[in-house]
């Protein structure tokens, strides 16, 4: 296995399920990624010590997922230069509401990229990893052109679809 350039991290384990289709789409890519567990509250040593060692590892791009709360992606991005990408979980009461404002609110100078609240975050945290890297590796940039076509056909085909189901 190459030297990933994607590090994901989970605030738990029970966070695993909503990032499978995450870890499906950056296989599809090609896109090398390894996947730790590390708490910003339960484990805050392990999370900046591994924030920092990011860099120097050749990651190029970090995803972090958690619920409730939701620092996780903040303090990494406090302990790195790299892009984070933040996927709030929605493993709450609340379900995930209160994920997407602690990982959106970050003061200045430490910006998190965002995504939606649960599996379609997930999926679109892959894929935004993908056009960060994509801008220095022209094959993965066709591999997301591709990717952008399927969707495009996708709908035309859901069209299609709904068209002859509605003139049946």
Do not use: W
């Not at 910003?40 to 990011?54: F, M, Q």
């Not at 990494?76 to 984070?84: D, E």
């Not at 493993?91 to 959106?104: M, V």
């Amino acid at each position: 296995m190459s030297q990933p350039k994607v590090a994901i991290v989970l605030g738990s384990d029970s966070d695993y399920p909503v990032i499978r289709d995450m870890l499906q789409r950056l296989d599809d890519f090609k896109i090398e990624h390894e996947v730790t567990i590390s708490s910003a509250h339960r484990s805050p040593g392990r999370t900046r010590e591994y924030a920092e060692g990011l860099e120097s590892r050749g990651v190029e791009v970090v995803i972090a997922c958690a619920g409730a709360a939701a620092h996780l992606a903040g303090v990494i991005a406090a302990h790195t230069i790299l892009p984070v990408i933040g996927v709030p979980i929605d493993s709450s009461p609340l379900n995930g509401l209160d994920a997407l404002l602690s990982t959106s609110m970050m003061p200045a100078g430490v910006p998190v990229a965002t995504m939606a609240i649960g599996k379609a975050g997930a999926g679109n945290a892959a894929v935004l990893a993908a056009q960060i890297l994509a801008r220095s590796d022209p094959v993965l940039a066709e591999r997301l052109h591709d990717y952008k076509k399927k969707l495009a056909a996708g709908v035309e085909e859901k069209d299609r679809k709904l068209r002859k189901e509605r003139n049946a």
